[in-house]
């Protein structure tokens, strides 16, 4: 999808505001308006009311009480409709999708902390461990044909996310973005034909 500038995306101060993972996974996120989306981890909305404006069936799910209000409001604000649920990762998605999109926390910290902005980066020990569940699941949530977009750091375990995806997916890497202190990566997953639980 391309940044619409039309767009109006505001942030709130206990929610992750979009920057460059967010926008580099807005950049290759690619759903039809005949298809449905599921945003994990939706923050302010960005990619979720991008793709509910080009007509997509969007949901979207955040742990944080602040960003399911944020993403609401930006939703109303822009006039497009989404499906919003609080909830920790699948635990309240009915259904399957086209598509699923997850920028995860993907900076080594302790998840445990009671800071809402915290959790929005903080993703664990290494990194990984908000990633790895999240896919440990998120194939189950696929309708056939369907893919995973999702965003990966140099410092937050990609070689641990990489590896937890290996058995269940097949994986290709669609943009790297360097930054000073680390590469952000863009991957797109598909769950192996191959694969029986």
């Not at 039809?32 to 080009?54: C, I, K």
Request: glycine share 8%; aromatic share 8%; with cysteine.
């Amino acid at each position: 999808m391309r940044l619409n500038p039309t767009l109006e995306i505001d942030a709130s101060p206990d929610v992750y505001n979009p920057s460059d993972d967010s926008y580099l996974l807005l950049k290759v996120v690619e759903v039809s308006p005949a298809e449905s989306l599921l945003e994990m981890g939706t923050g302010t909305g960005l990619v979720a009311v991008h793709a509910a404006r080009l007509g997509a069936k969007v949901t979207a799910v955040d742990v944080n009480p602040h960003a399911v209000e944020c993403a609401k409001r930006n939703a109303a604000r822009n006039n497009v409709r989404l499906e919003m649920i609080h909830g920790d990762l699948f635990d309240k998605i009915p259904g399957s999708f086209d598509v699923i999109a997850f920028n995860p926390p993907y900076l080594p910290g302790e998840t445990t902390s009671t800071a809402w902005i915290e959790k929005a980066w903080s993703g664990g020990e290494e990194g990984s461990e908000v990633a790895v569940r999240f896919l440990r699941d998120a194939w189950r949530h696929l309708n056939p044909g369907g893919r995973i977009y999702m965003i990966l750091s140099s410092v937050g375990g990609l070689m641990s996310v990489l590896k937890a995806a290996k058995e269940r997916y097949s994986a290709e890497m669609l943009a790297e973005q360097r930054m000073f202190f680390e590469s952000i990566f863009a991957y797109k997953l598909a769950p192996r034909s191959s694969f029986q639980e």
